[in-house]
């Protein structure tokens, strides 16, 4: 089953702006984790966050988690034609070394 | 390093019939994972593997999905037989959990039931 839920569905900006879309998750997590997925490079991990952080960056991204809420969100800043792609959360609820359960995503368009 | 490899990369069957996908995870891998993608959904766990066993297929439907994972390298998922609704991606993911949780995914096979 589908645990996460990422909102927006579908984002379009204009290339240079920032890209934000959030995803919110239904049981306790080890970890949450962040996926792009586009049809010239498959699905690619982006960054992981573990359930005792509240913040994260890598380059251009920034992931913050708010587990009392049971929701996180990415932050993808000065977007690219190439960042166009679908971006999904999964969270990882057991050891850490589990399946993950993804949330059916964000298509992010960005607009040259 | 060599990424996660899948193949067939493509295939149509008829339902009823039967169908196998080969997986070859990163080399070192101990945990290896296949998931189905259905069109604008995110993937969704089938079975997990550590070494050459099963650690978890709660997700799997046993009646007709079977999987293995003999010497617990490259990994082997059938359908038999198939119905419309098997017509999905086929992810097959690696990674070197316990050390690191980051998943590391192959290309996918496209399947399609007519």
């Known amino acids: 089953s589908q645990q996460g839920e990422e909102d927006p569905q579908a984002l379009s900006i204009q290339e240079g702006e920032n890209a934000t879309m959030n995803c919110s998750y239904k049981t306790s997590i080890n970890n949450l984790q962040w996926y792009r997925q586009n049809s010239g490079r498959g699905l690619v991990h982006l960054i992981l966050?573990?359930?005792?952080?509240r913040e994260k960056h890598s380059g251009r991204l920034r992931v913050t988690l708010d587990t009392s809420k049971k929701s996180s969100s990415l932050l993808i800043t000065a977007s690219r034609a190439a960042d166009t792609a679908s971006y999904f959360c999964?969270?990882?609820?057991?050891?850490?070394?589990?399946?993950?359960?993804f949330g059916k995503g964000t298509h992010l368009i960005i607009q040259p | 390093e060599a990424g996660v490899a899948q193949s067939p990369r493509y295939k149509i069957i008829e339902k009823r019939q039967s169908v196998a996908f080969w997986c070859n995870p990163i080399s070192g891998h101990a945990t290896l994972y296949w998931y189905q993608q259905i069109l604008g959904q995110g993937p969704k766990l089938l079975i997990q593997?550590?070494?050459?066993?099963?650690?978890?297929d709660s997700q799997l439907p046993k009646d007709r999905f079977s999987a293995e994972r003999l010497k617990g390298v490259d990994s082997t998922l059938k359908i038999q037989p198939a119905k419309l609704e098997d017509s999905a991606v086929y992810l097959c993911a690696s990674s070197l959990a316990p050390t690191s949780y980051e998943q590391y995914f192959g290309p996918g096979t496209r399947l399609t039931v007519t």
């Open positions: 593997f550590q070494n050459n066993g099963v650690v978890d």
């Open positions: 999964a969270s990882n609820s057991g050891g850490g070394a589990d399946g993950l359960t």
């Open positions: 966050i573990r359930s005792n952080e």
